[in-house]
C-alpha cells in the first residue's frame, strides 16, 4: 500500500459519506502534496476537535516520511456547501 491509499483509507474510515471522501496526490521530487477532501458535512471529523485528528494523521506520515527520506504534506480542503433553497 503506497502513502496515497494509506491516507485515503484513513480518511473514508473518518466520515460518514466515504464515498464523497477523496485524496489528490502531488509529488515532487523531494515532497508530496496530499490535498484531502470530504463532504462538507464530513470536514470537522477529518481535522477532529482543535485539529487533533489531523495533527495525529500528519504525525503518522511524518514518521513515514523519516523512513523514505521523502516529506508528505497533507491539507483538508473544505468543498463549498451546495446551495439549497
Do not use: W
Request: with cysteine.
Amino acid at each position: 500500500m503506497d502513502a496515497k491509499e494509506l491516507l485515503e483509507a484513513l480518511v473514508r474510515a473518518l466520515v460518514d459519506i466515504p464515498e464523497e471522501a477523496h485524496v489528490t496526490e502531488r509529488v515532487g521530487r523531494e515532497s508530496s502534496l496530499f490535498e484531502v477532501c470530504a463532504h462538507p458535512d464530513d470536514v470537522g471529523k477529518v481535522i477532529g476537535a482543535q485539529g487533533r485528528t489531523i495533527r495525529s494523521v500528519r504525525i503518522i506520515f511524518a514518521a513515514i516520511a523519516a523512513k523514505n527520506r521523502h516529506r508528505y504534506i497533507i491539507d483538508v480542503i473544505s468543498p463549498p456547501h451546495p446551495v439549497t433553497s
